[in-house]
């Protein structure tokens, strides 16, 4: 049982379809409706026109280290940007704006200023900032009515801004200059001291220098320091010729041959080498066209050979010298080692004692010297740059003047409301299909009132006395007809059956009259019976007196033969209701009624009683209780579901047999559920009366 419930209540897209198909009268109209307030809305709208220009911000921070001498950006910072973004849109920068382009004139009526915070507001709601995302780029974007205007804004913008940066830049330079010019002064003192106290322990040691500018050694330093070179010279000399030795020693005559070319820099080996390889190439040539012992073959090879022989010589040469270069390199770097021995063990022994304050003095002095010519260079470098400063924002685009608005966007502004539109009316027919309770399909009707439909009927559908045998509605009763038969109770084909609804105009009075007229004209013995005392239509539709009818026979007034009329309808009948007298209690006493529907169910194969609304009056519970079964008629989407339960409940409680629910009054149009139905009906007829049309004129002739 679950299972099937949540079948039931699984919802489909055709389902939400249906919803906007059935309610697109709605949708179209709340559309509509958007659609021209938005068009109408953005035709009254200023119009309104940008000018952009754009603006490269770079970091310019002012750090006076004068031991880095580098001045590199600082590269891509997404905080500096942020903050710039800000200061744009700051007061500061804003008003200088409104001053120099004089708004608040301009902005003023009548030749009236407007106030410096009022014309801030205005134009701070005219600016669109905006920073490109990895980039040190900002876009300043001016809205405005007039485009020249805009135009001048974007452009006085960037200006006042990149000339705040520049002040700024330049107060803080000059701060810092200040600064580092005390600071070289202070320095200067402490270079002279420290001259002074070398000059002061070079004189009380009579240490002799020889002053080079920057700084001073003595005589016995400057020649361990010039041993200490050559010594270093000769070693590294010494070792090339070692490694370049041992490597060509090591090597075969074959290896020395292929890498002669990196190995010598002799140009007879060169000269050689590339007269080999010539010999080679007219060999390879003279071998493709004669044998080994060719006259012009052998002479050639013997010319290999004999300049092979002589290159090797000359590499055994080579190998003879680079081993001699070697021995006197080694014999050099030994004689120097030695003598560097020497001199440093004298040095060490009597100037130890002697030069180290000097050399302290002297080591504090150059330190002093360097700190000294550090800040006199970057106070010097800064001076340059302060008189020609490096801008720290660049102008890459400047504004021009638009000639197209940017708002209002016609075709924007329509798209927009179409979807607006759409959204709308689709979400307010849903709303509605939501609040409507009615009951819209047969899914319905067997979710809710839990019995199975016999028919569906569209819309339009007049009594079948008016429209036809071959009508296209006829099928729909037929089909009503037949599944009286097929019910899940197996209900009773024949007998008395009555055709009621819940709420009053549901067409059960239409359904009873075709449902009888379908009977007949399949060759049943039918009795229609119109029990809506109240309000009885049937007599109408046929066309007949309502003078005696059932009042007068529940009242014993005359027999039931004697009310029954003839219809023009082969095997149709007819018991009018009657003239209901002012006092009508007891009219409908249930013993005569069920001594009448017994009398009438032996005389007719099927007897259809039209009763009013179940909902609101008593006769149709007198009536039902006497039937073999029930029809509901249930029309769509009219009363709330409620109601339709309701009258269901009642029957449940009257034990009367329900034979099934004739959904009515069906728009076929509006919802494609029951789209193929009336098209298999419509088709159906289509082409029996095409296969009908012989039989019935030869019919017509007869008669």
């Known amino acids: 049982m679950s299972e099937n419930q949540t079948k039931e209540t699984t919802l489909h897209f055709l389902d939400y379809w249906r919803v906007i198909r059935s309610r697109k009268e709605i949708v179209l109209a709340v559309l509509f409706l958007v659609v021209i307030t938005g068009t109408v809305y953005t035709f009254t709208l200023p119009k309104i026109y940008a000018s952009e220009a754009r603006i490269e911000v770079n970091s310019d921070n002012v750090e006076l280290d004068p031991f880095n001498m580098s001045r590199g950006g600082s590269g891509y910072d997404p905080f500096f940007l942020r903050t710039q973004y800000e200061i744009i849109k700051s007061k500061p920068i804003l008003y200088e704006v409104i001053n120099r382009l004089n708004l608040q004139e301009v902005w003023g009526k009548k030749g009236e200023k407007i106030p410096k915070e009022t014309a801030y507001k205005i134009l701070f709601s005219s600016l669109d900032i905006n920073q490109f995302r990895d980039t040190s780029l900002i876009s300043l974007r001016a809205r405005r009515e007039n485009p020249k205007e805009a135009m001048r804004i974007a452009n006085e913008l960037a200006d006042v801004y990149r000339d705040q940066r520049l002040d700024m830049k330049y107060k803080e330079m000059t701060r810092a200059l200040d600064a580092l010019r005390r600071e070289l002064e202070n320095q200067q003192e ?3 001291a420290a001259e002074q106290q070398v000059e002061d322990i070079r004189e009380e040691l009579d240490i002799t220098v020889f002053s080079e500018g920057v700084g001073a050694s003595s005589v016995e330093k400057m020649r361990l320091q010039q041993l200490e070179g050559d010594r270093i010279a000769a070693r590294v000399d010494m070792l090339v010729q070692k490694a370049r030795y041992e490597q060509l020693d090591a090597m075969s005559n074959e290896d020395l041959l292929t890498a002669s070319a990196y190995l010598a820099e002799d140009q007879f080996v060169e000269v050689m080498r590339s007269e080999i390889k010539n010999l080679d190439v007219q060999l390879s040539s003279l071998l493709q066209n004669y044998g080994e012992n060719h006259p012009e073959v052998k002479e050639a090879s013997a010319a290999r050979e004999e300049l092979l022989e002589k290159l090797t010589q000359a590499l055994e040469g080579i190998k003879k010298g680079v081993r001699a270069q070697y021995i006197i390199s080694k014999a050099k770097f030994d004689a120097l080692e030695e003598e560097l021995r020497g001199v440093r063990t004298g040095e060490q022994e009597s100037q130890r004692d002697r030069f180290l304050p000097f050399n302290k003095a002297q080591r504090e002095l150059e330190m002093q010297r360097s700190i ?3 800040l006199q260079s970057r106070l010097a ?24 608005p940017v708002s209002p966007n016609l075709i924007m502004n329509m798209l927009l409301s179409i979807f607006v539109g759409l959204g709308s009316g689709v979400g307010l027919a849903y709303f509605i299909e939501y609040l409507d309770t009615s009951i819209k399909t047969a899914d319905d009707v067997e979710r809710w009132i839990d019995l199975p439909v016999l028919g569906l009927i569209p ?14 509605h006829a099928e729909g009763y037929r089909v009503l007809r037949t599944n009286m038969s097929f019910t899940d109770g197996g209900g009773p084909a024949k007998g008395a059956f009555a055709v009621l609804s819940g709420g009053a105009g549901e067409g059960k009075s239409t359904t009873a009259f075709n ?11 039918v009795l229609l019976v119109d029990a809506d005392l109240r309000r009885p239509v049937q007599h109408t539709i046929l066309g007949v007196s309502n003078r005696f009818g059932l009042t007068n026979v529940l009242l014993r007034d005359v027999p039931v033969e004697e009310t ?28 005569r009624i069920g001594e009448l529907v017994n009398s009438l169910k032996s005389k007719y194969d099927v007897v259809i009683f039209d009763t009013p609304p179940l909902v609101g009056t008593s006769d149709s519970a007198v009536l039902a209780k006497e039937m073999d079964g029930v029809i509901l008629v249930v029309q769509y989407r009219k009363y709330p579901r409620d109601m339709i339960i309701r009258a269901k409940q009642m029957l449940d409680t009257l034990g009367v047999p329900q034979v099934g629910v004739v959904l009515n009054n069906i728009n076929i149009m509006r919802d494609d559920y029951y789209y193929y139905y009336h098209s298999y009906y419509s088709n159906y007829y289509y082409y029996r009366s095409e296969e009908s049309e012989p039989a019935a004129s030869a019919g017509n002739q007869s008669v």
């Open 515 to 525: 449902l009888a007229y379908v009977c007949a004209q399949q060759g049943e013995k």
């Open 459 to 472: 819309q339009k559908v007049r009594p079948l006395i008016e429209e036809g045998p071959d009508s296209d």
């Open 381 to 404: 470098q800064e001076g340059i740059t302060l008189k020609v400063p490096r801008t720290p924002v660049e102008i890459v685009d400047s504004a021009e003047e638009s000639t197209r």
């Open 190 to 192: 402490k270079v002279s």
């Open 564 to 591: 029954i009329k003839t219809t023009s309808v082969p095997n149709l009948h007819f018991l009018p209701s009657g003239r209901l007298p002012r006092a009508s209690l007891g009219v409908l006493d249930p013993k």
């Open 372 to 374: 000294m010519n550090a």
